[in-house]
């Protein structure tokens, strides 16, 4: 079956191509057709030609949603119709395309009937985050840090202040509309600039008083990390959520004598991430712990290849007050 697909051509250049799925279906596979596809951290690094799968051109995507086509022999779950989001992806990055096949367990049903926004309900990245704080276990009235407040660490905020039993919730996030957003969802306006006066006085004092229980890292780059590893108390928990596409240093006698526990919190930390995962985001969705519709901020049409290069373009240099942009089919 031949699909039409979106490939990265050469450093920050996108090219439509066609891209062959398999006519028969493995007996636990569900073809979709595509009707949005979120852009990742992940897909705008990819763009970059940073740690590409292989030689260009290559596909990417991995946040699809879509209608079920055909399920395979074995699949009871899902029926051709059905609306569906991608708790986890397949193969990983090959959803920016017309139709995809991905597993029935990496995969929850959506609401039946029309769906307005499609947009709206991209909810892998939410499955990112619900697994993350469940590998953490933030005890009753831990003090959590989170170091940069984006798409993912917003969301991070959802779940922290709706549905867990941190105590104090510590934010640092350099961007001022982004302090703004993690305070509308914090409820609290400890939210600080760490480049900021007030920033480093705030963070020397967690620093004086030992640490705090719990720090969370998303910024996926050297000087978050750094900054993360220094707000950890001694036994503390220190969670990598960011992905670090580079080597990054600690300081061994810390970790070992202090007793850190460190977390990488990508989705592989659980063995049932697809059986357990998506379920339970969507039930939080619902409830409204979650709201990832809220953080969409570009749109564009799968076959406006200059409007899909211009929101991949903003996904790199976050121009344009951009959070999230997702792929319409």
Known sequence: MKVKALYVKDYMELEHGVMELNDELKADEVLVKTKACGICTWDSTLYQGVNIPGPYPFTLGHEGVGVVEKVGSLVTDFKPGDNVFTGRGGSGTDQFAEYYIN???GLWKLPDGDIDN??????EPTCCVVNALNAID??????VVLVAAGYMGLQTIMGLANASQAGEITVFEPNSDRIELAKKYLGSDTV???LSDEGKAVI???QDKGGADVVIEFGGNAATFALSDSLTKAAGKLAIAGFHRDNVEF???KWHLGGLTVYNVAPDINKYFMLEIPSRTFTMIQKGVYKPAELVTHVADFEDLAKVKEIFDRS??????YMKGVVLF
């Open 204 to 206: 020397k004092a967690i």
């Open 316 to 321: 790199v240099d976050k121009k344009d007050d």
């Open 103 to 105: 597993k029935d367990k």
């Open 118 to 123: 499609w947009a709206s309900v991209v909810y």
């Open 138 to 143: 933030i005890q009753m009235g831990d003090h």
């Open 192 to 194: 600080y600039n760490p």
């Open 251 to 253: 300081y061994g006698p």
